[in-house]
């Protein structure tokens, strides 16, 4: 059964870090693998989507890398800034699934001014 | 163009009453989601759809009723509401079983 750990659960930085998030899952025959953000109260924002046959992501100042083989993904934040602070979700499309997402826990990141 | 829509935001039930929550999506996508969110927790699969007429059972459907008549809409029918089911509910829609998900906003239930 596929499970997905995201470490740390909780990160607090200084305004301006660099930061590194990390998620881990136990299978790796995924078709993808999602980053999401989720602000108090509301819905989940898509960030980034890596296919299994990728590497890595980038978007502006964030940049997701994917290693199936060894069953982790980091999503690395650059100059954090307050705007950033929210839960991360770190989500993998099984192999052979229809489309459903198995999730993680979260980590939820604060940036303090 | 909307999105992913959902309704109520928030709601309290009581102990053995049935509501159905509202989700629909304008982006004409063929695969929906049902999520539910226990507070700490990552996102559990209830039921999903891949198409009008056809659901099928994700891991948690164990008091929850789907259907699915039209592209658009994708109730979740809670038949005999009990507090194990106080949670949050995301509705999500997709394009292909590969490509990313769109969330609604999610509705909140307690159940008293």
């Known amino acids: 059964k596929q499970e997905v750990t995201q470490i740390p659960a909780a990160l607090s930085v200084p305004e301006g870090e660099n930061l590194v998030l990390n998620c881990s899952f136990t299978?790796?025959?995924?078709?993808?693998l999602q980053w999401f953000r989720q602000d108090p109260g509301k819905g989940l924002t898509s960030l980034l989507l890596?296919?299994?046959?990728?590497r890595e992501q980038t978007s502006g100042r964030l940049n997701a890398s994917l290693d199936k083989s060894s069953g982790r993904s980091t999503l690395y934040i650059a100059a954090s800034q307050p705007g950033d602070s929210a839960t991360y979700l770190c989500?993998?499309?099984?192999?052979?699934?229809?489309?459903?997402?198995?999730f993680g826990k979260g980590t939820k990141l604060s940036v303090k001014p | 163009n909307a999105g992913v829509t959902q309704t109520p935001k928030f709601r309290i039930l009581k102990i053995g009453q049935s509501m159905t929550l509202q989700c629909t999506q304008d982006?004409?996508?063929?695969?929906m989601y049902w999520y539910r969110q226990d507070p700490g927790m990552g996102l559990k699969l209830i039921y999903y759809?891949?198409?009008?007429?056809?659901?099928d059972k994700g891991e948690v459907p164990n008091g929850y009723n789907v259907s699915r008549s039209t592209t658009e809409d994708f109730p979740l029918r809670l038949e005999l509401a009990a507090p194990s089911q106080t949670s949050v509910y995301f509705c999500?829609?997709?394009?292909?079983?590969?490509?990313?998900?769109?969330f609604g906003p999610g509705t909140r239930l307690l159940v008293l």
């Open positions: 999500a829609s997709g394009d292909r079983g590969r490509e990313t998900q769109y």
């Open positions: 299978d790796s025959a995924i078709y993808n």
């Open positions: 890596i296919q299994s046959s990728q």
């Open positions: 982006m004409n996508h063929n695969y």
């Open positions: 989500a993998v499309r099984p192999g052979g699934s229809q489309g459903n997402l198995i």
């Open positions: 759809s891949v198409g009008a007429g056809i659901t």
